[in-house]
């Protein structure tokens, strides 16, 4: 099974710095034959579901504002969060799709310092 | 608007039953796969299964197979999932959550509120 890894666990930003969260996998989710990487990130706010960033490590899903950024390939992965705002705190989730098991991270948690 | 609402969520004792289902509205239900995915509370996410458009091909998770049965009714723009044998350790949040790609390797891109079931005695 393909393990997630993510850090830090949670992380204290000033309102205009940058945050940076990071996701390990066990293995590759660079497929050969496209040469995408089957990883994607979301951000959940209490109460509510998970919310889709960026799909094909760095692809930007529609209405994502651009001080979010997703980069990486093979193995690490990076989500930045430029600018940081107040309604940016939230958990954030990294995703692999290139198995079945579709294995979560566990989680960073942002919050304003 | 694209909007998944699920129900079903109860308490229901160790070794019981329960039956989500999440109504789908505002894109052709149809035409893509469909998943369940659970998170315990104030934890993490697992994906438990998924079901492609004719509801002929499904996949679970390890930990629910034989217990858990998803399934579909497109004419009902409907998704379900049929847990039996419940466990402690399925007491989580259910969503249900739209496959942004044509494949069982999919990111999702639309999510439900959540059903919560809980089990306990």
């Known amino acids: 099974d393909i393990v997630m890894t993510q850090s830090p666990d949670s992380l204290a930003v000033s309102l205009g710095e940058r945050a940076t969260i990071n996701c390990k996998s066990s293995?590759?989710?660079?497929?050969?034959?496209?040469?995408?990487?089957?990883l994607g990130w979301y951000q959940q706010k209490p109460g509510q579901p998970p919310k889709l960033l960026f799909y094909w490590a760095s692809t930007r899903e529609s209405g994502v504002p651009d001080r979010f950024s997703g980069s990486g390939s093979g193995t690490d992965f990076t989500l930045s969060i430029s600018n940081l705002q107040a309604e940016d705190v939230a958990v954030y989730y990294c995703?692999?799709?290139?198995?079945?098991?579709?294995?979560f991270g566990g989680g960073t948690k942002v919050e304003i310092k | 608007e694209v909007q998944l609402v699920e129900s079903g969520g109860d308490l229901v004792q160790p070794g019981g039953s329960l039956r989500l289902s999440c109504a789908v509205s505002?894109?052709?239900?149809?035409?893509?796969?469909m998943s369940w995915v659970r998170q315990d509370p104030g934890k993490g996410l697992e994906w438990v299964a998924n079901?492609?458009?004719?509801?002929?091909?499904?996949n679970y998770v390890d930990s629910v197979k034989g217990r858990f049965t998803i399934s579909r009714d497109n004419a009902k723009n409907s998704l379900y999932l049929q847990m039996n044998s419940l466990r402690v350790e399925d007491t989580a949040v259910y969503f249900c959550?739209?496959?942004?790609?044509?494949?069982?390797?999919?990111?999702?891109?639309?999510w439900g509120q959540g059903a919560l079931v809980t089990v306990s005695s």
């Open positions: 995703q692999e799709y290139y198995s079945l098991s579709h294995n």
């Open positions: 293995q590759s989710l660079l497929y050969d034959s496209n040469n995408k990487d089957y």
């Open positions: 505002g894109f052709s239900f149809s035409n893509y796969w």
């Open positions: 959550a739209r496959a942004m790609r044509d494949s069982p390797y999919s990111i999702f891109d639309y």
């Open positions: 079901i492609n458009q004719d509801g002929r091909k499904k």
